[in-house]
């Protein structure tokens, strides 16, 4: 009944969640809906939906489904996020036998041995017999009583790492998924880049062509030639990165969905078929803190940190043991479970330490540092999750504004384009200032979809910055996440 009572108690701290974030808003002043773009991919004008909560799929709100499908084979296959999903059974199962200290240890075992005794000794067998044989079945039961909160402590220790290894998997799925979404955005926006400067590449060298024929006509000068020269040598030298970055993107796609790059899928992407979601979510930073799986994970890490002070104090503390054995011995096999064979016995056993050089002592200081620690890391992941998201919202309106820019340089140079097309048709501009017009609208295509592809890269970090709605998975945000994987 003592052991009883006094086991009501656990050394160490109890755990306290951290309180959440004292701030109300990532930025000083309301965010106004972006600039629209008409007509254009990534041109679309977005607010802030408010208080609202994130749907777990957000992939799908970019209306494409060859980037569904990219999504779906790589929650199927990814490799990273597989070895996760085996990182938290495993910290799963260390839990369930961290928890099996809380019950009596039972164990059975049956023993066959043959003796030879010393003619001096007195011999052991009530038949005086020097020669025998002994056969011993027996049940032996153990039990600690968790007095000061040891196996608890314990316990609530491995709950918290399996906590952490929940989160880190969940982490891996959003860094995943996001990964896969800008990889999309950013094939589509290379292959646009690779075309534009192709383009580039022919115009220059028809006017190169041109300006030769005039030099050996004495129209135009070896100054201008050579000018037009280096730009297309510039033009050229821009080619080989753009399609070493579209293969890159390609592996790096295959190794995404689990593929090898040979078995690259074949679709490409075009910012075109992607649609710039209206409406974003914007959780409160007091509801941030609950939904980023980075924050849970260094929450849960926190709360492993506060156990394993408990665990090291009641190490300080004494230990009890009970024991007991029950069996039978007799020389034939055939008499083992006879009467008068059988015996048992009882015992209880307490031990504590009494010195040992400062160790424990100083290794609970150690677990409280620890815990300090941990503190400070919590903290900071909190102030991380915040600037993320506040940077995230920066980009979101400054890269609207820097869209309606480059739009406006490229409805310019189009502008001149088709002015230069008409004049040269009309007879009033020669074949060379077309290509310059030409020339010039190319390369505000360049940055225009470079400009595009920020806006489509700027939602998806929104996304990831606020969670990525895990909770909103079935899969995901269930109870027994463990059990569900290992099902998997």
Known sequence: MALLLVGACAAGPDFKTPAPPSVSAYVARRLPATAAVPAIAGGAAQRIAGETDLPGDWWTLFHSQPLNDLIAQALKANPDLKAAQAALRQAHETTLAQRGAFFPAVTAGFTANRFR???????????????????????????????????RRTVEGARAQEEASRFQMLAADLTLTTNVANAAIQDASINAQIDATRQLIEINSKMIEILRLQVSKGYAGGLDLAAQESQLAQARAALPPLLKQSAQQQDLIAVLTGRFPVETPESRFTLESLTLPADLPLSLPSTLVTQRPDVRQAQANL?????????????????FQLTGDAGSSALTIGRVFHSGTGFWDLGAAVTT???????????????????????????????????????????????AEGLKATSAAADAAKTTLDLS????????????SLLSAEQAYQQARIGLVQAQAARFADTVALYQALGGGWWRRPELSGADIAKDANAN
């Open 117 to 151: 005794q010393s003619g001096d000794l007195a011999p052991t067998p009530a038949t005086n017999a020097l020669q025998y044989s002994l056969f011993t079945p027996q049940v032996s039961v153990s039990y600690a009583p968790d007095v000061f909160g040891l196996t």
């Open 353 to 399: 330490p009494i010195f040992q050089g400062g160790a424990l002592l100083h290794q609970e200081r150690a677990a409280k540092a620890a815990y300090q620690q941990s503190a400070e890391q919590y903290r900071g992941t909190v102030l991380t999750a915040v600037q993320n998201v506040a940077d995230t919202l920066a980009a979101i309106e400054q890269d």
């Open 303 to 319: 709360h492993a940190a506060s156990a394993a002070i408990g665990v090291a104090a009641a190490n300080r503390l004494p230990n």
């Open 421 to 432: 097309q008409r004049q040269y048709r009309a007879g009033y501009a020669s074949y060379l």
